[in-house]
């Protein structure tokens, strides 16, 4: 199959790329890139005027929810979900149900993304078996099997001395651990932010600190043992204090930001909204500005959804007993084009660094360009496209949106995986 | 007569000053109807007020269903679980059958922050905050400003010590802002233990120790210390939290000449006040017990608008 992508405004930046020109995509890898490129006999030819042209973004924290919560989001559903939200990609977090520790659990994700996803899927093996913190997981397996980084998350590695011996252990195979950090003794039974929201509402407060510590010592034990390191959902100003100077002293790790830490703060909890419950959990105002910050200057390489589908049962429990966690992997690219690029915030190339180059290169992906030869991994996004975040305009199986009821503006119009479409004209193809 | 600018008291936010003063002076009226032989009134007979107490409770339960009984309305009681996980229902759908039940009133005693705001959203029935998880009790905050009222007087310029365990205590969470929205000096006292992350925000000064501002006290308000906690105890001992929280007479002597010492009940005597001072003369705590059915059957009575008010004069 051949198409053109005629007349858009390619944008990437790791090719030193910024002008309106066609892109030729042939069996899956982009052929030409050049003005005026004539189109072929039997093209598919799409008209790309006023649309901004990106290598393919991936979403480097994902709850599938397959196996276990099917009732909550499937591989079907989330990698549709993926799609409409622009992704090209998504990496599967392991904690399902059983919790992925083994090869053979990749490997049923391996083969359920081959017949049922419509976009790319990378599994996350858990880091230590059952994710119990006591043995490590069986790491070279999963890699064998297709895992490309491994993480315990939805829980930090309590003990420093079991976290040192994984990422000794993780080195070996040159793979990238991710780290949950938050120290339990810490947060207690925190359900908000500690601090003024957590008084005026009444609830046990999860301290910055317990974030903090976590990331300091993760830090320490990446330069201890040399593992890659790549820090995951930072929420508070102190962390990205300490990622700055962990790599202004040159140790190799990377980090991601959620949106819903860029776009909201405890003080929209006051409702008891519990698609407000998440961990960890909204935080200050002054944490918000110095993530936003983070993410302008490169400490934080990219943004990752933590996408976490929840059944609305469970959601509608008290706030202290409903389970934590927002969707957010359909509406990540409409709020950073409504809330960075509409406000000036930042450059396309910013969107394709922080989106599609920042998380291949934190989990060690291969890097896609919109260079000839590259694999035509694409999103296309229309800036005009009115987005209304409503329950009925999701893919996914959950509804539990932070950001129910906003108004965006900017959509994928169209996502490429490997040259086919996965959503044409803004609608996920079938 | 007034009626209240809110609908429904799940914090004292919903109420103003002006509302604060229409429960309390009408709160004085039933009192008196309190000291009567014969104490009933007519007044809401006919409408259907539910205590829906899903956290163990006693002596409040007891006040609302006596305050509802005594203005002849048709008090329920439900008990039960706090959770829905245990119940088995969410609260919206909790919320729904008692709306389908048409009563007029619920009170809400809930183990968790949020319940009756989240219950109130979606029923149509008044809604009154019977003390949620670790977030309000309006109706004792009232109650204790009743008392306090009936004490001191104006209570602009007093100033009043809260002391024990501010961070686990809706008491502390509704009184700081009741306080506050009467003109009084709000002032919390407990180890940073025991504290939450900013009293601040709810308009209290704090202290970390009671000796420090005892002279300073027109009301010293003891909150009762939880023996038991899952996280571990956030002082050494009962007996140094007495040492240095207690109140005892050494401190009453020390305090406003005509102060007044309170405690929302129950006790743990030789712990939060010894046992001299909960029976002196300057301790008020039954008085707080007597003022609490006042003062709900004028929340009841003013929410529900009822009629003949001359009956209670």
């Not at chain 1, 049922?116 to 078996?129: E, M």
């Not at chain 2, 961070?167 to 025991?194: N, Q, Y």
């Amino acid at each position: 199959m051949v198409t053109l992508l005629r007349g858009g405004r390619l944008v990437d930046p790791a090719v030193d790329l910024d002008r309106v020109a066609d892109l030729l995509i042939r069996d899956g890898v982009i052929a030409e890139v050049g003005e005026g490129l004539e189109a072929p006999a039997g093209v598919l030819i799409v008209e790309c005027a006023e649309k901004v042209v990106l290598p393919g973004l991936v979403d480097a924290h994902t709850h599938l929810r397959e196996p276990g919560r099917e009732d909550e989001e499937t591989v079907e559903s989330g990698t549709r979900a993926a799609a409409h939200g622009g992704f090209t990609a998504v990496c599967a977090m392991p904690n399902t149900d059983p919790i992925c520790d083994t090869g053979s659990k990749v490997r049923f994700l391996v083969e359920r993304a081959s017949e049922r996803g419509i976009v790319r899927v990378h599994p996350i093996g858990s880091l230590t078996s059952g994710q119990r913190g006591e043995v490590i997981a069986e790491i070279g397996d999963m890699i064998a099997e297709g895992a490309v980084g491994f993480s315990d998350d939805g829980r930090g590695v309590q003990d420093a001395g079991m976290m040192r011996r994984v990422m000794d252990y993780a080195k070996a195979f040159g793979t990238t651990v991710i780290s949950h950090c938050e120290d339990e003794a810490l947060v207690g039974s925190g359900v908000v932010n500690e601090g003024a929201v957590s008084t005026r509402l009444g609830m046990a407060g999860w301290p910055a600190a317990a974030e903090e510590i976590q990331v300091a010592r993760d830090i320490r034990l990446a330069e201890l043992t040399g593992c890659r390191l790549h820090l995951a959902h930072l929420s508070t100003a102190g962390s990205v204090a300490h990622v700055r100077d962990a790599k202004a002293r040159g140790v190799g790790i990377t980090a991601e930001v959620t949106p819903h830490h860029l776009f909201l703060d405890e003080d929209a909890l006051l409702s008891y909204d519990t698609n407000l419950k998440m961990n960890p959990p909204l935080r200050t105002a002054e944490d918000r500005a110095a993530l936003l910050e983070g993410l302008v200057d490169g400490t934080i390489d990219c943004i990752a959804t933590d996408h976490a589908p929840h059944a609305p049962h469970e959601k509608e429990m008290e706030f202290e007993l409903a389970p934590f966690g927002t969707t957010g992997i359909e509406t990540a690219l409409s709020l950073v084009v409504t809330e960075l690029v509409g406000t000036g915030t930042f450059e396309w190339s910013d969107v394709a660094r922080v989106m599609a180059h920042g998380p291949r290169r934190s989990l060690g992906l291969e890097a896609v360009t919109l260079a000839e030869g590259s694999v035509a991994d694409i999103t296309v996004v229309d800036p005009e496209a009115r987005v209304e975040v409503v329950p009925g305009w999701f893919e996914s199986r959950s509804r539990n949106s932070a950001f129910l009821g906003r108004k965006l503006l900017g959509k994928a119009s169209e996502v490429l995986v490997g040259g086919a479409f996965a959503v044409r004209n803004g609608k996920v193809v079938d | 007569m007034t009626v209240l600018s809110c609908k429904n008291i799940i914090s004292m936010e919903d109420l103003t000053p002006d509302d604060i003063v229409a429960i309390l002076d009408t709160a004085e009226s039933f009192k008196e109807v309190n000291e009567r032989r014969i104490k009933k009134l007519p007044t809401l007979r006919g409408r259907t007020i539910i205590n829906l107490f899903l956290e163990p409770s006693t002596r409040t339960r007891t006040s609302f269903e006596i305050a509802a009984k005594r203005l002849s309305a048709d008090a329920i009681n439900m008990a039960g679980s706090a959770s829905a996980t245990v119940k088995g229902e969410s609260l919206r759908d909790t919320a729904k059958t008692l709306s389908a039940m048409a009563c007029d009133l619920i009170v809400v005693r809930h183990k968790y922050a949020g319940a009756p705001q989240v219950l109130a959203e979606s029923m149509d029935a008044c809604v009154v905050n019977g003390g949620d998880g670790m977030h309000q009790h309006p109706t004792q905050a009232l109650l204790d400003l009743f008392t306090m009222r009936r004490h001191v007087g104006d209570l602009a310029g007093k100033t009043v010590g809260i002391v024990g365990d501010i961070a686990h205590s809706r008491v502390a969470g509704s009184l700081v802002p009741a306080l506050r929205m009467v003109g009084a000096h709000p002032i919390v006292i407990g180890p940073p233990t025991l504290m939450p992350a900013r009293p601040d925000v709810l308009g209290a000064d704090v202290a970390y120790t009671l000796d420090e501002v005892i002279e300073e006290l027109d009301i010293v308000y003891t909150l009762r210390i939880q023996m038991e906690r899952a996280e571990g105890m956030p002082f050494p001992s009962l007996r140094e939290y007495a040492r240095f929280y207690g109140m005892n007479e050494a401190r009453l002597n020390r305090m406003k000449p005509e102060g007044i010492v309170m405690h929302p009940g129950p006790m743990n005597r030789g712990v939060e006040v010894s046992s001299a001072v909960a029976d002196s003369e300057r301790s008020v705590v039954l008085d707080q017990v007597n003022a609490g059915v006042a003062v709900r059957m004028a929340i009841m009575y003013l929410l529900l608008g009822g009629e003949a008010h001359g009956d209670a004069a």
